[in-house]
């Protein structure tokens, strides 16, 4: 059954902004917020300011409650304005009552699509579900005991580029028809296009089984095993059409040893999946995540 809906918040509100980093941005926002008759509940900053690789981007996460003549985005937005003309800066105001909308995708494996399936129906994870999509069977059942909708899509083995992206089309028209904000890539083992990428850009997010920029590709386990590795882990990570080389959101790792044969590795490693694709998911919908070039700022 599908998970009660929590009460909603209307007049609660995520704002998340970037720009160049200079004096007076914390001032100004939250001067304007308390100026409209806000009530910041929390508030988050960074400044990439510190390296040779640093960006000088400023990055902040304000969490507040707005009076009731403020409370929809398009009056947000409206009123902010000046501030976002003065500082040049990308800022997007996010209703907390909004659910977004996830589309999952999952090929054979089905153990993270299992655990995101259960922390949504326990109400562990505020987002709503319309469908899930497969290339193959194996989860139907699982999928349809949660009465959720689920697409069948395959490719047969060996499918040129024109199939897959015959195949791809037909996902794109789901989430268009769906109205979908986030694309879950849960063990969904298929290279996507560079035109399907780029279609979801910033809304898509995949977990390797492995801790990236190491073992990238297939079978990363196996490849792991082979190297001797101590510690096995995951990555979660926005997709790019640079295969395994998106914008990191997440890593996790557990420690293994010289006892464990690839197939314990790939055991260990699935707990470890579940975990950190459960966490980039909730931090993703919940508007902690922006994006900093190649690399992320996640205010936890």
């Given at each position: 059954?599908?998970?009660?809906?929590?009460?909603?918040r209307?007049?609660?509100?995520?704002?998340?902004?970037?720009?160049?980093?200079?004096?007076?941005?914390?001032?100004?926002?939250?001067?304007?917020?308390?100026?409209?008759?806000?009530?910041?509940?929390?508030?988050?900053?960074?400044?990439?300011?510190?390296?040779?690789?640093?960006?000088?981007?400023?990055?902040?996460?304000?969490?507040?409650?707005?009076?009731?003549q403020?409370?929809?985005?398009?009056?947000?937005d409206k009123?902010?304005?000046?501030?976002?003309?003065?500082?040049?800066?990308?800022?997007?105001?996010?209703?907390?009552a909004?659910?977004?909308?996830?589309?999952?995708?999952?090929?054979?494996?089905?153990?993270?699509?299992?655990?995101?399936?259960?922390?949504?129906?326990?109400?562990?994870?505020?987002?709503?579900?319309?469908?899930?999509?497969?290339?193959?069977?194996?989860?139907?059942?699982?999928?349809?005991?949660?009465?959720?909708a689920?697409?069948?899509?395959?490719?047969?083995?060996?499918?040129?580029?024109?199939?897959?992206?015959?195949?791809?089309?037909?996902?794109?028209?789901?989430?268009?028809?769906?109205?979908?904000?986030?694309?879950?890539?849960?063990?969904?083992?298929?290279?996507?296009?560079?035109?399907?990428?780029?279609?979801?850009?910033?809304?898509?997010?995949?977990?390797?089984?492995?801790?990236?920029?190491?073992?990238?590709?297939?079978?990363?386990?196996?490849?792991?095993?082979?190297?001797?590795?101590?510690?096995?882990?995951?990555?979660?990570?926005?997709v790019?059409?640079?295969?395994?080389?998106?914008?990191?959101?997440?890593?996790?790792v557990?420690?293994?040893?010289?006892?464990?044969?690839?197939?314990?590795l790939?055991?260990?490693?699935?707990?470890?999946?579940?975990?950190?694709?459960?966490?980039?998911?909730?931090?993703?919908?919940?508007?902690?995540?922006?994006?900093?070039?190649?690399?992320?700022?996640?205010?936890?």
């Open positions: 059954m599908p998970p009660m809906p929590p009460m909603p209307s007049h609660e509100f995520v704002l998340t902004l970037a720009c160049r980093d200079t004096k007076g941005i914390v001032h100004n926002v939250s001067g304007l917020l308390y100026q409209a008759g806000c009530n910041i509940i929390d508030s988050q900053q960074f400044g990439d300011v510190l390296g040779e690789d640093a960006t000088g981007l400023f990055f902040m996460r304000v969490h507040f409650e707005a009076p009731e403020l409370a929809d985005v398009a009056t947000l009123l902010f304005g000046h501030v976002r003309q003065q500082f040049d800066m990308q800022a997007t105001f996010h209703a907390i909004h659910r977004p909308r996830v589309l999952l995708m999952a090929s054979q494996h089905g153990h993270c699509l299992n655990d995101l399936l259960f922390r949504w129906q326990s109400g562990q994870l505020a987002v709503d579900i319309p469908a899930v999509v497969s290339n193959h069977l194996n989860h139907k059942a699982l999928v349809e005991s949660y009465g959720l689920f697409h069948h899509l395959p490719l047969a083995a060996g499918a040129g580029a024109a199939a897959k992206r015959e195949q791809e089309q037909r996902i794109e028209a789901l989430i268009e028809t769906e109205r979908v904000d986030l694309v879950v890539l849960a063990r969904y083992m298929q290279i996507l296009s560079p035109e399907f990428c780029a279609r979801l850009q910033g809304r898509a997010i995949n977990i390797h089984h492995s801790f990236l920029p190491s073992f990238k590709g297939a079978k990363p386990y196996a490849q792991a095993h082979a190297r001797g590795v101590k510690l096995i882990g995951a990555t979660a990570h926005y790019t059409a640079d295969l395994d080389e998106g914008p990191i959101i997440e890593q996790d557990e420690r293994v040893d010289h006892s464990l044969s690839a197939e314990d790939t055991a260990v490693g699935r707990d470890v999946e579940c975990v950190v694709l459960a966490r980039a998911v909730r931090w993703h919908v919940e508007h902690r995540v922006l994006m900093n070039g190649h690399k992320t700022v996640v205010f936890r």
